[in-house]
């Protein structure tokens, strides 16, 4: 009864800290599935037509991931370009995502106040996400507001059974909304 | 004896003489003829004619080995240029030559004779030049090569026809055996489907029976025994024996033991060939020439020039790109070995008086020894000009002219994957197999599967090693193998060489060898399955996956590591230990390690 997908990329989810325990505490929820891409396509040899049969039970689809370069880690990248494709996403015919909503769960290096026109980053988290927000517009998706945890690293145990806890907690009202 | 001592000597000496000077084999041999024959030397009898008449069968096996190049359909695909152009050349050339005849006052007759005579060129010399040029699969090539299959057909006809223009009423050849017309037409009929069904039908099991005696003598008889039981047969019903086994080629051009025939005749084809050229120049009568030689040149000349304007006047109508034209051109332009035929045929009926004759067998013999030579003037001074143009129109011939862009050696467990994965892409492959029952078998699942033992130049040559990219020697002899590769490294070149290797010590006995890649057979699926395992003991796919990959990767070093110790056991086995412990620290230390500390980075202010 999946409502939620979860498309999770991570390269190193073994040595990961705090995207693993976001991922457990989501599996644990039975509404959610955590598709873990990197698991699935260790050759970055990506099945369409699974991935898309996938899309289609789900109501949501989370992206989470950390922030690798600004960007996406690169199998997500190679999953944008293939899953989405003309005539399915957007396009003539491309209506199969309609309707269905986007949501960005991220995780940082840096701290917030590296994002900032004065920070080492020089520009808000968001404005990195504008190539997603646009994706999710075009492919006529919502695109919700972003989950970002920052300084991913540097958070404690505690720390990171709190964001784990609010993941969780807009998860399930993703889901009652629905 | 003496007689083959001379001929070979004359080959052996002249052949390779005029290679050097980029003229050719066949300008070769018909100087060595001109040389030992009784105009200059004298070193051969006065046989010649004989000589020549047992040679010509190399023409009748040429064309058998064409037929073999050219399936049916292709054939079908070729109608046009076999009936429209071949058929054109034929009848524009025999008027003007008939014109010609009647304004220096001939009888009708006699010039239509003469011009029908005239209008054929010569097989031999143009498929052989083409051939040793590589132009067969030029578009003029192919046309040309349609003319002359059209000519080789209208002779038939032209035996039938030639009797009626006699001046005293002689017999035709039809009934010369003893048959009506129709019943001959009958005879030839059943003739032809004998050989196309026999061919389909008897020939595949009689030759499965033969390659599984394992005799490679008897299978050498046979395809002999073929050729030559095709071309007697053509001659007890009066056609000619070039186009039965032309036809029979063609019946054969689907079979899998096609690479294996044709590696079986091509070394008789080439010697007959040889002979036969050599009985051409010996033949030129130099007394003729010397006591008329402005009238003969000026014949040979006129010979030449009409049959150029009307080539050129073709190939324009059936528009072939302007370089190709030019070859058409060139190479056609001779008087061909069935005017000898022809030209004794019609003495013998008196349908030509000898005095006719005789300068005209001079005459033509001189073009064709000249053929040669336009084929160098097109090559050198005309074909430059087309320089670029030809670069561009020149690209789409190659793409798909079907010809054979890997070999794949062997057809077992590994060679079925690669070819199923490389047709399946559209590449085309040819593939020898050396075992007669695999062979079957595999046939039935529709795969394209040639016998023969890939060791063998011959059959490499045959399945077109000479114009192929690359081979896979994917046979699980590593000696047969071996023994491949050094075939291909002197005799092809530029062919690029992949291996299937059993080992670490095979692929370095097949680097050293020369093969350009190789793959050691159980190395990548063993580490397939291993990766396969890690995961399902729970390792993450893709570190499972990065670790195999690192291995991969540091082993195929160690390899190569190895291969470049020139065989010097003591470095080896201190590389190998040390290998070991690198493989083993980089495993161990593990890149998610380095990756770690960059996540920390990031984190920093
Ligand atoms: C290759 C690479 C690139 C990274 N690029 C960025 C970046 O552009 N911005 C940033 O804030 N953090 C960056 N980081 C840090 C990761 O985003 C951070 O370590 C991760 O979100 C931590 O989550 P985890 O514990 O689930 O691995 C990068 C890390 C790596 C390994």
Known sequence: MTKILIIYAHPNPQK?????????????????????????????????????????KADVVVFQHPIYWYSCPSLMKEWLDLVLHNGYAYGKGGDQLTGKRWLSAISTGADQSAYKSDGSHGHELDQFLLPFKQTAHYCAMTFLPPFISHQARQLNDAGIQQQAQQYKTLLNNLYVQL | MYQAFIFLLAAVVSVPIAKRLGLGSVLGYLLAGTIIGPYALGLVGHNVEGIMHFAEFGVVMMLFLVGLELRPALLWQMRLPILGLGGLQVVLTTVLFSAIGLLLGFAWQTSLAVGLILALSSTAIVLQSMNEKGLMNTEAGQNAFAVLLFQDIAVIPMLALLPLLAMTPSSDVASSI???????????????????????LLLRPLFRIIASTKLREIFTATALLLVIGI???????????????????????????????????EPFKGLLLGLFFISVGASINFDLLMQEPLVILGLVLALILVKFTVLIALAKLFKLQTSQQWTFTFALAQGGEFCFVLFSFTSQHHILPEHVTA????????????????MIINERWVQPMFVSQQDNDQLPDTIDDGVTQVIIAGFGRFGQIVDRSLTLNGFSTTVLEHNAAQIEYLRKFGHKVFYGDASRQELLHAAGADTAKLLVVAIDDHEKALEIVRICKVHYPHLKLFARASGRIQAHEFHKAGVDVFVR?????????????????????????????????????????????????????????????????????????IEELEDMQWGEK
């Open chain 2, 359 to 374: 300068p005209l067998v001079v005459v033509v013999a001189l073009s064709m020894a000249f053929t040669p030579l336009l």
């Open chain 2, 178 to 200: 003893g048959l009506s017309g129709w019943q001959h037409g009958l005879v030839v009929l059943c003739a032809i489907s004998a050989i196309i069904i026999g061919g389909r």
């Open chain 1, 16 to 56: 990961s800290r705090l995207n693993k325990q976001l991922a457990f505490a989501a599996r644990t929820l039975d509404f959610v599935t955590v598709h873990d891409l990197y698991q699935h396509y260790p050759d970055f040899d990506i099945d369409v037509a699974h991935e898309q049969a996938l899309l289609d």
């Open chain 2, 521 to 593: 057979e159980t190395f990548h699926s063993a580490l397939n399955l291993s990766e396969q395992v890690m995961t399902s003991l729970g390792l993450h796919a893709y570190d499972a996956h990065r670790a195999i990959r690192n291995f991969r990767k540091l082993d195929e070093r160690h390899v190569r590591d190895i291969i470049k110790l020139e065989g010097d056991t003591k470095d080896y086995v201190s590389m190998s230990q040390k290998n070991r412990k690198e493989l083993e620290e980089v495993l161990k230390s593990d890149i998610n390690d």
């Open chain 2, 231 to 265: 071309a007697l047969l053509m001659d007890l019903v009066g056609l000619s024996a070039a186009l039965g086994t032309f036809i029979a080629g063609v019946v054969l051009a689907d079979n899998e033991y096609r690479h294996e025939l044709e590696a079986e005749i």
